[in-house]
Nanobody, 124 residues
Framework: QVQLAESGGGLVQAGGSLRLSCAASEHRINNFGMAWFRQAPGKEREFVATISYSSASTVYSDSVKGRFTISRNNGEGTVYLQMNSLKPEDTANYLC?????????????????WGPGTQVTVSS
C-alpha cells in the first residue's frame, strides 16, 4: 500500500509558475512509474505527465509540453511538477498517481495508487 499526498497548489496569475510536490508514504516509489493527472469540474481526468522509475523517460501531454517539467527523487520518495507560463485553462485539481508499469503510462486505468489532489487556479 502506497499513500500519496500532493502539495504546492494555489492561486496564481496567468503567466506565473507553481511547483507541485507529491510525497509517498515510507518513501516507497522506487519501483513505480509515476504521473500527474488533472481534473476540472465537470470534465474527465486528463493526463498531464509521466516519468519512469529511473527518470530515464518522461512523456507530456501536448497541452503542457514545453511549459511543465516532471521530475522525481526516489531517495526522498517525492515527485515534482514544475509548471511555468500557466494559463487559465490549466485550472484544475492536480493528482499524483503511482503505477506498477515502471516506465509510466498516460492511461488513468494503469495507476494503482492516487493522492487526493491539490487545487491549482490560474486567473486571467
Amino acid at each position: 500500500q502506497v499513500q500519496l499526498a500532493e502539495s504546492g497548489g494555489g492561486l496564481v496569475q496567468a503567466g506565473g509558475s507553481l511547483r507541485l510536490s507529491c510525497a509517498a508514504s515510507e518513501h516507497r516509489i522506487n519501483n513505480f512509474g509515476m504521473a500527474w493527472f488533472r481534473q476540472a469540474p465537470g470534465k474527465e481526468r486528463e493526463f498531464v505527465a509521466t516519468i519512469s522509475y529511473s527518470s530515464a523517460s518522461t512523456v507530456y501531454s501536448d497541452s503542457v509540453k514545453g511549459r511543465f517539467t516532471i521530475s522525481r527523487n526516489n531517495g526522498e520518495g517525492t515527485v515534482y511538477l514544475q509548471m511555468n507560463s500557466l494559463k487559465p485553462e490549466d485550472t484544475a485539481n492536480y493528482l499524483c498517481a503511482a503505477s506498477y508499469i515502471m516506465v509510466g503510462s498516460n492511461q488513468p486505468g494503469d495507476y494503482r495508487y492516487w493522492g487526493p489532489g491539490t487545487q491549482v487556479t490560474v486567473s486571467s
